[in-house]
């Protein structure tokens, strides 16, 4: 059983800072990737920044610069810090883990945090 809990999030200016964590709890799974997505009402979920369980990274065009993933593998958290926030970084934010099961080591299943929101706004 996996279970996915988010934290974070909430309301700020233009400009400020605010952080994100996750974290996968349960026993008997290996986490692989993880990423942060976020979803703006009547768009489709867009990727924000991908981590793997080696910590190499990857990020949309509008975080790069401005959001730092990152990650502890022995706790299975996620994090995302996000500096000089935009409105247009107004959305719900979602972790998302790729994880392998011992009795299915060829396959991944994809687990989802509940989404937290975040809103940029003066």
């Known amino acids: 059983q996996v279970q996915m809990a988010e934290s974070g999030g909430g309301l700020v200016q233009p400009g400020g800072s605010l952080s994100l964590s996750c974290a996968a709890s349960?026993?008997?799974?290996?986490?692989?990737?993880m990423g942060w997505y976020r979803e703006i009402p009547g768009k489709e979920r867009e990727l924000v920044a991908a981590?793997?369980?080696?910590?190499?990274?990857n990020y949309a065009d509008s975080a790069k610069g401005r959001f730092s993933i990152s990650r502890v593998n022995a706790e299975n958290a996620l994090y995302l810090q996000m500096n000089s926030l935009k409105p247009e970084d107004t959305a719900v934010y979602y972790c998302?883990?790729?994880?392998?099961?011992?009795?299915?080591?060829?396959?991944?299943?994809?687990?989802w945090g509940q989404g937290t929101q975040v809103t940029v706004s003066s």
């Open positions: 998302n883990a790729e994880i392998i099961f011992p009795e299915e080591p060829m396959r991944q299943y994809e687990y």
């Open positions: 349960g026993s008997g799974f290996t986490v692989n990737g």
């Open positions: 981590i793997t369980s080696d910590g190499y990274t």
